[in-house]
Each structure stands twice: as structure tokens, then as C-alpha cells.
């Protein structure tokens, strides 16, 4: 595709439930970052990627998120034992190295 | 990072010319100013940036005042479809990748009949 897809779309987890949200970037795009957006505020950065490489996890929350990118292409976000507090909108972008950012619709989690 | 300061929100005519403002009064020289919108239920898009040049693209114009602590994004006319949150970013641009945003809370622009 064009863009940058997420998915699922829509996510409903009872609390302590793990899920895992999916990211594929635009083809050979280098750089992946995934945010975090609340209700009503900007979204907030959570971790970066270039390539595989994880070098920039300072955004996550707790040792209950983790995301991992294995062969440098799709990532996938993962959260241990969801809380109600984790509920959110959860957005991927992708860009070259050095360029701008290109989002996907993002995956709204809502937590039970 | 510097902080940025956008007014919550903002109305505008369809077909008027919509012009956001920011400040920015603790830019430092090696700063960029970009901003990007986010139209309900998708993701941010980016729209425009520059360092103290005024710059003009296919989507809008940005001014920059001579001191760089404030800035103007112009929508020259705009549309029922412009009506989102618009944010102002200001940050530094490494080489090598991993620039990450930080997000402000923004403007929320309604264009209106």
C-alpha cells in the first residue's frame, strides 16, 4: 500500500489482557516511531527504530510495553497485563532517514 | 525541545483565509518550526516547516517573524476539510534520523459555512 497501516483498527482487551498492535510502514522507509495519543491531547512519542535497532525506548511507560521491529520492516507494539490507563489511540509513523514523518490511522485500544 | 504556545481554538469562513499563530519565545537558532494537523480519527500530517525564511508549499504558508518567536501558518482559503487540530513543533533536526515530535495540545480550527 501507499501508506502506513495499522491494525487492527479497533482493539477491546479486558483488563490484563496482553495485546499486540501491528505497524507496517511505507516500503524502505529506515525510521519507525510509535506514539501514544490520550483523549483530547497531542500524541506523545513512546519508542524509535532505525532499521531493526531499537535506539530510542524512553517514551515507554512502564516494563509492561515493549515493541520490537526483527527484520527492520513491520513492527509491533506489545502490552503485558493492559490497564485501564493504557487506554489510548496508539499511532505509527514511518519516514526515510532524514525526512518527514507519514502516520498511519492508528489502533484505538480501549481497556474493560 | 522549546515550548510553543497556540491559541485552544479557532473558527474560520470557508473560503477565508485561516491564519494560525505560535509562539515560540525561547526558539533557540538551531530550531526548526514545523507543523503538522490532524484531521478527527487519523493520524497527523505533516504540513510545513522552516527555519527563519518564510516558506510557502501546496498546502499552506508559514511566516516567520524576524526575532523567530512567533510564527503564522496561513491557509490561504480555507475548507469545510481543513477543520482540524493543528499543532505547532519546534525542535532540532539531527542528522542520522530518530526525530522524534513532541506534541503540544494545539489549535483546534472549525471552518464553518
Known amino acids: 500500500g501507499a501508506g502506513v497501516s495499522q491494525s487492527p483498527r479497533y482493539k477491546v482487551a479486558k483488563r490484563g489482557q496482553d495485546v499486540a498492535l501491528r505497524c507496517d510502514p511505507i516500503?524502505?522507509?529506515?525510521?519507525l516511531f510509535w506514539y501514544q495519543q490520550a483523549l483530547g491531547q497531542g500524541p506523545e512519542f513512546l519508542t524509535y527504530f532505525q532499521n531493526e535497532a531499537q535506539l530510542d525506548k524512553s517514551g515507554l511507560p512502564s516494563d509492561r510495553f515493549f515493541a520490537e521491529r526483527p527484520e527492520g520492516s513491520v513492527s509491533t507494539l506489545k502490552i503485558q497485563r493492559t490497564q485501564q490507563e493504557d487506554s489510548a489511540v496508539y499511532l505509527c509513523?514511518?519516514?526515510?532517514?532524514?525526512?518527514?514523518?507519514?502516520f498511519g490511522q492508528g489502533t484505538r485500544l480501549t481497556v474493560v | 525541545d522549546a515550548k510553543t504556545t497556540q491559541p485552544t481554538s479557532m473558527d474560520c469562513a470557508e473560503g477565508r483565509a485561516a491564519n494560525l499563530p505560535c509562539n515560540h519565545s525561547t526558539i533557540s537558532g538551531n530550531e526548526y518550526v514545523y507543523w503538522y494537523r490532524q484531521i478527527h480519527s487519523q493520524g497527523p500530517q505533516y504540513i510545513i516547516h522552516?527555519?527563519?525564511n518564510n516558506e510557502t508549499n501546496e498546502m499552506a504558508s508559514l511566516i516567520i517573524t524576524e526575532d523567530r518567536k512567533s510564527s503564522t501558518l496561513i491557509l490561504p482559503h480555507a475548507t469545510l476539510r481543513d477543520t482540524a487540530v493543528y499543532y505547532c513543533i519546534v525542535r532540532v533536526v539531527f542528522t542520522g534520523g530518530g526525530n522524534k515530535l513532541t506534541f503540544g495540545t494545539g489549535t483546534q480550527l472549525k471552518v464553518e459555512l
Open positions: 509513523a514511518s519516514s526515510p532517514l532524514e525526512g518527514e514523518a507519514f
Open positions: 516500503s524502505g522507509h529506515v525510521s
Open positions: 522552516g527555519l527563519k
